[in-house]
T-cell receptor
Framework: AQSVTQPDIHITVSEGASLELRCNYSYGATPYLFWYVQSPGQGLQLLLKYFSGDTLVQGIKGFEAEFKRSQSSFNLRKPSVHWSDAAEYFCAVVSDGSGYSTLTFGKGTMLLVSP | ETGVTQTPRHLVMGMTNKKSLKCEQHLGHNAMYWYKQSAKKPLELMFVYSLEERVENNSVPSRFSPECPNSSHLFLHLHTLQPEDSALYLC?????????????FGQGTRLTVV
């Protein structure tokens, strides 16, 4: 069965500093990987996704992620964090059923942005 | 606004009550999902409907009863819940035909069982 590990429960970054959130997955086949963001009291918004091709994926809000098969990782990065980026971030891998797809999520990383 | 709308946004119910959560999407998707998000736990998939047919039920207690009357609407009927069922319930939809598809989430219903 597939699984996703986000080793950091909380991360605090100063505004303007760079950010990297870690994600490791366990999946037998070629994974389809996602990063979602959740603001307090809100649903999940897709930041970016990796299906195939270029291993460096660009997303919304200036985020990017790099797929590294050798390390089973899909880390999320941003060169300069803004206060509005404070939220919870979820990494997910999809398992492909017959006619539908389901996501397996990590436990999430809460990003705090300090002034 | 993701195109997936959930109502109500907040719900408080007693353990003997019966209530329903509603989810609506107008994105033309053919798969809909219920997820449960509890504190300190990963998002848990509860039910999957593909082409209005339930295709997955992840060992969810029978006090949760889903219904998908058409491809645009999904309900979660609740009865005799327990306090540990208090959580954020998220609905999602997708084209669902292959792995290379993204899920669009609603804003969730915050459920408190008292």
């Amino acid at each position: 069965a597939q699984s996703v590990t986000q080793p950091d429960i909380h991360i605090t970054v100063s505004e303007g500093a760079s950010l990297e959130l870690r994600c490791n997955y366990s999946y037998g086949a070629t994974p389809y990987l996602f990063w979602y963001v959740q603001s307090p009291g809100q649903g999940l918004q897709l930041l970016l996704k990796y299906f195939s091709g270029d291993t460096l994926v660009q997303g919304i809000k200036g985020f990017e992620a790099e797929f590294k098969r050798s390390q089973s990782s899909f880390n999320l990065r941003k060169p300069s964090v803004h206060w509005s980026d404070a939220a919870e971030y979820f990494c997910a891998v999809v398992s492909d059923g017959s006619g539908y797809s389901t996501l397996t999520f990590g436990k999430g990383t809460m990003l705090l942005v300090s002034p | 606004e993701t195109g997936v709308t959930q109502t109500p946004r907040h719900l408080v119910m007693g353990m003997t009550n019966k209530k329903s959560l509603k989810c609506e999407q107008h994105l033309g998707h053919n798969a809909m999902y219920w997820y449960k998000q509890s504190a300190k736990k990963p998002l848990e998939l509860m039910f999957v409907y593909s082409l209005e047919e339930r295709v997955e039920n992840n060992s969810v207690p029978s006090r949760f009863s889903p219904e998908c009357p058409n491809s645009s609407h999904l309900f979660l009927h609740l009865h005799t819940l327990q306090p540990e069922d208090s959580a954020l319930y998220l609905c999602a939809s997708s084209y669902g035909s292959a792995g290379d598809t993204e899920a669009f989430f609603g804003q969730g219903t915050r459920l408190t069982v008292v």
